[in-house]
């Protein structure tokens, strides 16, 4: 298995009137194969299996550099994985370089769902997202709260857990000012799949910072809430 074999491997699933199809929806200028999802993912499931982890990483940059929207796509997926042995210390360390080459919502969101695991595995890892609030760099702002969004889910969090919950709340209020769509739409899925599991912290952060949202911002946000409490936080 060697990176020119993965670049080749997409390449022989391209389909030119798909691809001219996904260039128009994601209005980046880029390549785009047009391969479909499921071929992508069962392309990486071989891969994961062939490869060394060395391998998978140097498969990973290399996809990544080839700067195919479905290159990248399939650079993420192949490290979206709960635990990468022995070591993901490297994995890490290049999701992170990633970032501040992010130019679109898809690729933005799929790294962040390969970073999601890395940082289950390591939650320390956390504090390496804290400049990411502040950056110019939109998408890099987007990936703070979308690779955090493990700790909306538990049902019983632990003290460690509660207080990236709360980090994050900190995060999602000094950004409730920023009304960058993507940025508006983070903070409202990010709240909205907390009111499953923690439904007064969402009332509380809302009755502080909903204001700050747009209104498709505070109505998602508040999706999972009773409908009596959207009224009293929105309507008066």
């Not at 997409?10 to 929806?25: I, P, Q």
């Not at 690779?147 to 900190?170: F, I, S």
Request: charged share 25%; aromatic share 8%; glycine share 2%.
């Amino acid at each position: 298995m060697t990176p020119q074999s993965a670049i080749e491997a997409l390449n022989a699933h391209s389909d030119e009137a798909e691809a001219l199809k996904m260039r128009g929806y994601h209005k980046v200028a880029r390549p785009y194969l047009g391969v479909p999802a499921p071929v992508i993912e069962t392309l990486c499931k071989e891969w994961r299996a062939a490869c060394s982890l060395d391998e998978r990483l140097a498969v990973c940059a290399a996809l990544w550099d080839s700067n195919s929207f479905e290159g990248r796509i399939a650079a993420a997926k192949l490290l979206t994985q709960a635990r990468i042995r022995p070591d993901d210390t490297e994995a890490w360390a290049l999701i992170k370089s990633w970032v501040p080459e992010f130019d679109c919502w898809a690729i933005t969101d799929a790294v962040s769902i390969a970073g999601q695991k890395r940082l289950v595995w390591n939650p320390e890892r956390v504090e390496d997202l804290v400049p990411w609030v502040t950056s110019e760099h939109i998408w890099t702002r987007r990936a703070a709260l979308v690779m955090t969004l493990p700790w909306t889910k538990q049902n019983t969090p632990k003290e460690a857990e509660l207080a990236v919950r709360d980090q994050v709340l900190g995060w999602a209020a000094e950004l409730a000012s920023d009304h960058e769509p993507f940025i508006q739409k983070a903070i409202a899925w990010w709240l909205r799949e907390l009111s499953k599991h923690d439904s007064p912290r969402v009332h509380d952060f809302l009755s502080q910072h909903g204001q700050k949202l747009k209104p498709f911002a505070q109505k998602e946000a508040a999706r999972k809430l009773a409908s009596q409490d959207y009224a009293r936080l929105f309507n008066g």
